[in-house]
């Protein structure tokens, strides 16, 4: 009982370090857009400073042998679904402000939730379907208008959105990846496959930028490795259930940081879509641990 009270909150440190770091990997992004900076630069910046820390980490940790994998089919789905997702969140950063393309971005688990009953055929209850009309509800009072703030450039808008479906395939291909492959094979690939296909693209969308501008990407290329290492760590320490809600931290900080470097605040109207995203997601995900448990109590135990 206490070692698996000390492996959550070593999961639980793990996990807000990793939303932080992400909140930083998005402001220095930001940031570097204001240089005119190309989500395509932002991706092979990402992937080509975070891969050498992956390759490190596995071959501290799991080994560098884990790389091998009987699915590369499967993981080159996976990557470019999130390549599309993070190339789209990146335009999104572009476009809007800090804090508001964050709060989006969190209705991932609402598109998820679609996604596994369209895709994976599993069935979604009346309580899960609530949580996604409330958060469709919290993303129209964001986008809307008001609220204390100009309005968002719609392009942005449905860039954000774009990036939290991405991320929400993400998670429905991570499901059927995680059952034959490790964590960081997935993370590796991945990297791997945003490199290659960024590096292809730079010679049509890169330029020559200022030093500063370089310094600030390779800031959010480290911030975003190790917000990545981070992330898989907690979930290693500790079960989604209790890391999870840990994630909509990265609303505040995003928040803090969007005051801090540009003067801007959330609206009222992005406080109040927030916070039924936030009830939504975190309904989501007490509704899938408490199905989980539902499952694990009515299995018989082997003979």
Not at 54 to 80: E, N
Not at 272 to 277: E, N, P, Q, S, T
């Amino acid at each position: 009982m206490i070692d698996d009270h000390n492996h959550n909150l070593r999961g639980i440190m793990f996990r807000c370090v990793s939303v932080i770091c992400f909140a930083i990997m998005a402001a220095a992004m930001k940031w570097a857009s204001e240089a005119h900076v190309t989500a395509i630069e932002m991706l092979f910046v990402r992937s080509t400073i975070g891969l050498p820390i992956v390759v490190g980490w596995l071959l501290i940790g799991p080994g560098i042998g884990i790389i091998r994998t009987k699915r590369p089919k499967a993981h080159l789905i996976r990557s470019m679904i999130g390549m599309s997702g993070i190339l789209m969140t990146f335009q999104g950063l572009i476009l809007l402000p800090l804090a508001e393309v964050t709060t989006i971005g969190f209705s991932a688990p609402i598109f998820a939730t679609i996604l596994s009953a369209l895709i994976l055929k599993e069935k979604v209850g009346g309580h899960r379907w609530t949580a996604v009309l409330f958060g469709f509800l919290g993303v129209a009072i964001v986008v809307r208008p008001g609220g204390g703030g100009e309005a968002l450039s719609q392009f942005g808008v449905i860039a954000a959105l774009l990036g939290a479906v991405g991320t929400a395939g993400v998670t429905i291909t991570i499901r059927q990846l995680g059952g034959t492959e490790q964590p960081g094979t997935i993370v590796f690939w991945f990297f791997v496959s945003c490199a290659v296909v960024s590096g292809a693209a730079m010679p049509f969308y890169g330029h020559l930028r200022a030093p500063e501008t370089y310094a600030v990407m390779c800031i959010a290329g480290f911030a975003g490795a190790a917000a990545q290492i981070l992330m898989t760590m907690s979930l290693k320490a500790a079960p989604v259930s209790v890391v999870a809600p840990f994630d909509y931290g990265q609303i505040i900080w995003a928040s803090l940081l969007g005051w801090l470097f540009w003067s801007t605040t959330p609206t009222l109207n992005t406080l109040a879509g927030a916070g039924l995203i936030v009830f939504a997601g975190l309904y989501t995900a007490w509704r899938e641990s408490r199905k989980r448990r539902v499952t694990v109590a009515a299995t018989p135990p082997l003979e």
